[in-house]
């Protein structure tokens, strides 16, 4: 039990007992008699005995890496679950009826990251737009360049004929 200990970090503002080494999802992670284990729970079964079947260890501070058998409980699942419910969500939107989607998702963080979402989405496709008519352009004007320096003669051709065909209306009309 030296092994374990040695990883405890004691801190004196919150009575928490921090594991040291090694953290998995922020839960303290132990080999302990052959197996890896979550190490607030064979902290919890050092000093209160094995954990029931069908039963969690609940840490009534909230610190996943507290190993402080004072701040460990066994609870069932439904009341684990109970006890993370909170009338907030993450953001600080309020938990209502009204304001969760059938999954229990905040319906206002949903619109935000939904509005947000389809902003960056139309930015991208205008920018790519963007980019995708200068560099076509660029293109098209090269090509008009070459068509005109290998086509000279008949370009100028066409003008003096349609030039000229201008002027007989005009004199027609006059």
């Known amino acids: 039990m030296n092994r374990f200990w040695s990883k405890v970090g004691i801190s004196s503002l919150c009575g928490c007992w ?14 302990f008699k052959g197996k890896s284990r ?3 729970r064979v902290s919890y079964e050092m ?10 260890v609940h840490h009534t501070c909230e ?17 684990h679950s109970a006890k993370h ?4 969500c993450p953001k600080g939107h309020e938990r209502t009826p009204e304001n969760l989607n059938s999954s229990g998702a905040c319906k206002t ?4 990251y939904h509005l947000k979402y389809n902003k960056d989405h139309s930015n991208k496709l205008a920018a790519r737009g963007r980019k995708y008519y200068q560099d076509n352009r660029e293109d098209k004007l090269a090509k008009r ?26 004199q027609c009309v006059n």
Not at 18 to 31: I, P, R, S
Not at 47 to 56: D, R, S
Not at 63 to 79: A, G, I, R
Request: with cysteine; proline share 3%.
């Open 18 to 31: 921090e594991w040291q080494a090694c953290l998995q999802h922020g839960y303290g992670q132990f080999n």
């Open 38 to 40: 979550k190490a607030h």
């Open 47 to 56: 000093f209160n005995g094995e954990i029931p079947k069908g039963l969690q």
């Open 63 to 79: 610190s996943k890496s507290c190993v402080n058998p004072l701040h460990l409980m066994v609870v069932t699942q439904v009341d």
């Open 85 to 88: 419910v909170t009338s907030y």
């Open 109 to 112: 963080c949903a619109k935000v």
């Open 145 to 170: 360049r070459v068509y005109r320096e290998t086509n000279r003669d008949e370009i100028n051709a066409k003008r003096r004929a349609v030039s000229a065909s201008k002027r007989e209306v005009l």
